[in-house]
């Protein structure tokens, strides 16, 4: 496929040179597993979290109220901040897509802004952008240009100028914030369905087979890095030799559309792929959650699927007219399609496949996009005895990447079977900001920090966590005099940790690294209630050297002697307010002397000189 794959580039009057995309024209009959393999290998595409395919049509959209694009962009916004995801489209600037593309450009834009605001990076995490469009070319404006020859780096290069006139009759511009586009030769709008849910569902088998035995992919690379992604060390493996079904999920969502997209989302749900549908964004959307509401939790389906369908045919005239011109085959069909995806969902008990977001509701806002979504790839798992604790870990850790700690909650959580947390989800919550929520649901699931907690575990701690800028500035610059760019290496946890220690609080020798270590192998010089103690100081200490107090407010929870340890604290965000000049930070200090409740300075001496006999014991 090498000699047949090209990049384009996009070119107007009103924007600045942009970078080439990597495109590929195929035929229909092309081996969609050799074209998943290309696209993952040669355009070296990251293997997902997640894959959200969006349902919409070219020609059937319309033109939304201002609060919806608005809400549907920083929903998609949020999805693509909080984890890596593929976003599969038609495409082309028109639409939904359209929505999406311009909320892509509003995100890079805000990258590059933070980028020329900061020196340096300290470990914010910046997840990579992948928005592949699937193009009939019947509808691709300018398709001449795809007929010149090679470039001058011996590979196809189009020059798409977006500037010159609008798109001819019934052609459309390629949505030029899309990443990677495949380009479908000769396809008719039915041939394009079947081409595109086929190749979907072959890139998450290659995507999940890949993360399930690894391939030479880092997980959780920046798009900002220069090796985020990396040829394959090893050929892949035969998806169909996986040992287990889990893997990436793939979900689609639905949101206006025509009578394609009805043929479409009946292809997900007859492959058992979960279908979100936006009721209230018009069209197909619409006529398909009536549908679904008007038969969910029938006691009889087959007599309400009756009932229902002349309404069903009416509104079919009425909101596509070409079909009441054309045959009555072709609305029967479609209504028929409509009424199989019911059918199709009410067949298994356990397992259901379309969720419904209602915008007519007060409390449903297609910012919370990620929410549903959650709750569509949950819906229509089947959990299979040999590997449920495998799944629960990877629903775990997408609902940790998204943030969902009340999702997380109700759905994992209360489940009648015991989940156990393991030391990575654990890590991935502690370094990850703003996800002290889930910290205290893991904590209060009896997770032992002990058993995580090794003098090597609290270096990568303050090495890998997530937007080091207050530690490495204040801590590490202006209280230690290291130069901008210093590696903690062992020596930190050794002996400068404690030394911050005893020049902010007078407290000697509080952190014992070998003892960490030991007690995270189950070697304890004492009693595990120990070691859970001194694990939780050592986090304790961590995290207020990261300038977290929301989280340090988290584990203070669950220690012994919560009055003693929050004069520490406060000792220590107090000697730390010499050292930085943080707004907020005279605020937290009050706030942490106030939870001591001291009666006198003298008793904030007793305090910590009790707590440091502690901790040494």
């Known amino acids: 496929m090498d000699n047949l794959a090209g990049v384009i580039k996009f070119t107007a009057d009103n924007m600045a040179a942009e970078e080439e995309k990597p495109y590929i024209p195929v035929f229909c009959d092309v081996s969609l597993k050799t074209l998943a393999e290309f696209m993952l290998d040669r355009w070296k595409m990251k293997v997902p979290d997640v894959m959200i395919s969006i349902v919409t049509g070219v020609y059937h959209n319309k033109n939304w109220p201002e609060d919806y694009a608005i809400a549907f962009q920083a929903g998609l916004t949020k999805v693509i901040n909080t984890s890596h995801a593929w976003i599969?489209?038609?495409?082309?600037?028109?639409?939904?897509?359209?929505?999406?593309?311009?909320?892509?450009?509003?995100?890079?834009?805000?990258?590059?802004?933070?980028?020329?605001?900061?020196?340096?990076?300290?470990?914010?995490?910046?997840?990579?952008?992948?928005?592949?469009?699937?193009?009939?070319?019947?509808?691709?404006?300018?398709?001449?240009?795809?007929?010149?020859?090679?470039?001058?780096?011996?590979?196809?290069?189009?020059?798409l100028d977006l500037g010159v006139e609008k798109p001819a009759r019934q052609k459309f511009n390629l949505d030029v914030y899309h990443t990677h586009y495949v380009i479908v030769n000769g396809s008719t709008s039915k041939s394009l369905v079947t081409f595109r849910t086929d190749l979907e569902k072959e890139l998450q088998r290659f995507s999940s087979c890949r993360k399930n035995f690894?391939?030479?992919?880092?997980?959780?690379?920046?798009?900002?890095?220069?090796?985020?992604?990396?040829?394959?060390?090893?050929?892949?493996?035969?998806?169909?030799?996986?040992?287990?079904?889990?893997?990436?999920?793939?979900?689609?969502?639905?949101?206006?559309?025509g009578p394609y997209e009805i043929l479409q989302v009946w292809t997900y749900i007859k492959n058992r792929t979960p279908v979100v549908v936006v009721k209230g964004s018009g069209l197909a959307a619409d006529l398909f959650a009536y549908v679904y509401e008007e038969t969910n939790e029938s006691g009889d389906l087959e007599k309400d699927l009756a009932n229902i369908t002349p309404e069903i045919l009416k509104r079919l005239e009425t909101m596509f007219p070409k079909m009441k011109q054309g045959s009555d085959e072709d609305r029967q069909e479609c209504c028929q399609k409509l009424l199989d995806c019911m059918r199709l969902d009410s067949?298994?008990?356990?397992?259901h496949y379309i969720t419904i977001l209602d915008l007519t509701r007060a409390s449903s806002d297609l910012a919370d996009i990620d929410l549903y979504i959650l709750k569509a790839i949950f819906g229509s798992q089947k959990t299979r005895e040999v590997d449920w604790k495998e799944q629960i870990r990877r629903d775990l850790m997408l609902t940790l990447q998204w943030n969902r700690p009340d999702f997380a909650r109700e759905e994992i959580m209360n489940r009648s079977i015991k989940v156990k947390?393991?030391?990575?989800?654990?890590?991935?919550?502690?370094?990850?900001?703003?996800?002290?929520?889930?910290?205290?649901?893991?904590?209060?699931?009896?997770?032992?920090?002990?058993?995580?907690?090794?003098?090597?575990?609290?270096?990568?701690?303050?090495?890998?966590?997530?937007?080091?800028?207050?530690?490495?500035?204040?801590?590490l610059g202006n209280l230690m005099g290291y130069v901008p760019g210093t590696v903690i290496g062992e020596r930190f946890v050794l002996e400068d940790l404690n030394w911050i220690i005893v020049t902010f609080t007078r407290v000697e020798r509080f952190i014992n690294a070998?003892?960490?270590?030991?007690?995270?192998?189950?070697?304890?010089?004492t009693e595990p209630s120990v070691a859970e103690r001194k694990s939780l100081n050592a986090l304790i200490v961590w995290s207020t050297l990261m300038g977290r107090h929301e989280l340090t407010k988290v584990f203070w929870k669950y220690v012994e002697d919560p009055i003693t340890t929050a004069i520490f604290v406060s000792a220590m965000w107090n000697g730390l307010s010499r050292f930085c000049r943080e707004p907020e930070l005279e605020k937290d200090i009050r706030?942490?002397?106030?939870?001591?409740?001291?009666?006198?300075?003298?008793h904030n001496?007793?305090?910590?000189?009790?707590?440091?006999?502690?901790?040494?014991?």
């Not at 493996?237 to 889990?246: E, F, I, L, V």
């Not at 067949?347 to 397992?351: G, K, L």
């Not at 904590?443 to 058993?451: A, V």
């Not at 001496?605 to 014991?617: A, D, M, Q, R, T």
Request: hydrophobic content about 35%; aromatic content about 8%.
């Open 214 to 257: 690894g391939n030479g992919y880092t997980e959780n690379s920046s798009d900002e890095d220069d090796t985020h992604s990396a040829v394959p060390l090893r050929p892949t493996p035969d998806p169909s030799a996986s040992r287990s079904q889990m893997g990436v999920p793939l979900v689609a969502l639905m949101l206006q559309g």
């Open 605 to 617: 001496v007793h305090s910590l000189c009790f707590i440091g006999e502690e901790n040494s014991e």
């Open 88 to 159: 599969l489209t038609h495409g082309f600037h028109t639409g939904v897509v359209k929505l999406l593309g311009e909320a892509v450009r509003d995100e890079l834009d805000r990258r590059t802004v933070r980028k020329t605001r900061t020196v340096r990076r300290y470990n914010k995490r910046v997840s990579q952008i992948t928005l592949v469009g699937i193009c009939t070319d019947s509808l691709v404006n300018e398709l001449e240009a795809f007929q010149g020859g090679e470039g001058s780096s011996g590979r196809r290069r189009v020059e």
């Open 347 to 351: 067949a298994q008990e356990d397992e």
């Open 421 to 475: 947390v393991d030391k990575d989800i654990f890590r991935l919550a502690l370094i990850m900001k703003n996800r002290e929520d889930f910290v205290d649901l893991i904590l209060h699931q009896g997770f032992k920090t002990h058993k995580f907690l090794s003098h090597r575990a609290l270096i990568d701690l303050f090495c890998h966590a997530e937007d080091t800028e207050f530690f490495a500035v204040n801590v």
């Open 514 to 525: 070998y003892e960490l270590s030991t007690n995270s192998c189950g070697i304890y010089s």
């Open 591 to 602: 706030i942490w002397y106030e939870y001591g409740d001291p009666c006198s300075d003298q």
